[in-house]
């Protein structure tokens, strides 16, 4: 399955007009963001231009229910397809 996208987990101290701000959910001290793969590299700069503190990054994946879920709809496709053409 595709990875669902990648969260930062930043600290900012003091205040900041990110506009990224507005998407994270702060939890404590720090605020975790979640952005497309392809956004990562631009977010973290705007996060670092902005005086935070990159603490980690990691893959969004899905998650077990997903997967399995995933799975499912996969074979009952499958399935359908060799009703429909008799084999």
Sequence with gaps: MKTQGMEILFELK???NAP???KASRTGDYYRLQV???ELYAAIEQLRGAGARIV???EVK???EEYFMHLVEADRAQ???VEVSGK
Excluded: M
Aim: aromatic share 0%; glycine share 6%; net charge negative.
């Design 14 to 16: 003091g205040t900041s």
């Design 20 to 22: 990224l701000l507005s």
């Design 36 to 38: 497309a793969e392809e």
């Design 56 to 58: 980690s990054v990691a």
């Design 62 to 64: 899905a998650t077990l």
């Design 79 to 81: 399935a359908a397809a």
